[in-house]
């Protein structure tokens, strides 16, 4: 079968174009974590839940994330995400166990002389300690550029937990963020909506209103002042 020498050529000077697009696209965000999850794809926007499954020494674990990513910024979500202990084995020891990392990534792209972005780690939930004796280990790292945010708690009692780390990092293509747990005993985390990583670089607008409204504060508190030493002098 022969092919039209017009619809050849056409063929040809669309191959480098589309050739291009697909070199331009950028790398998916992912998520890795425990349930023999590796690399899965994220969609901007899309929060994917895995789980149940229950691992050796009878510990359970839901988990989700969401990745989203673009000009400037960057959010990394892990959760929901619930992990219970395996409690006791059948010599009544604690079982102790070490769940898989769960790591989520996206790929941010940065403007014209962006070099340092404001980022933030935060994690929100519900730590239950159902035996005594029993702990929930947390160390959670968001790395952008240069030294990463982290969280290490170590919780040994039922409590609703509220951890934040603040920090100027380096621009990268990639943020990672890792939350590592690991639970002696019979205790759960549960984490319903708050395990964030994020990054986003101030608009020019917001840091001007916000120098004007620092200005405005300091002059009114300068005033009052001077109305105080004033009145006090008459």
Known sequence: MRIPRGVLAVSLLALPS?????????P???VSGPCGVVDAVLLPGQNRVFGPCV?????TVV??????????????????????????????????????????????????????????????????????GSSVNVLFIGMLGGAPL????????????????????????????????????GASLFL???????????EPNAVALLGTGLFCIALLWARARRSRVTGFKA
């Open 28 to 30: 998916a965000n992912t």
């Open 18 to 26: 589309t050739m291009a697009s697909a070199q331009s696209l950028p």
């Open 192 to 202: 319903p909506g708050s395990g964030d990583f994020i990054g986003v670089v101030p």
């Open 63 to 132: 988990h989700g994330a969401m990745a989203d990513a673009g000009l400037n910024r960057f959010t990394n979500v892990h959760s929901p995400l619930n992990y219970v202990g395996g409690g006791r084995d059948r010599d009544r020891n604690f079982v102790t166990t070490v769940f898989d990392p769960h790591v989520v990534t996206s790929h941010p792209t940065w403007g014209p002389g962006v070099e340092t972005v404001p980022t933030r780690l935060l994690l929100n939930g519900v730590v239950n300690v159902q035996l005594p």
């Open 150 to 185: 982290t969280i290490a708690e170590t919780y040994t009692r039922s409590q609703v937990i509220n951890e934040r780390m603040f920090g100027d990092q380096a621009i990268s293509g990639t943020a990672v963020s890792t939350l590592r747990v690991t639970i002696v005993g």
């Open 55 to 59: 691992l050796p020494g009878g510990a």
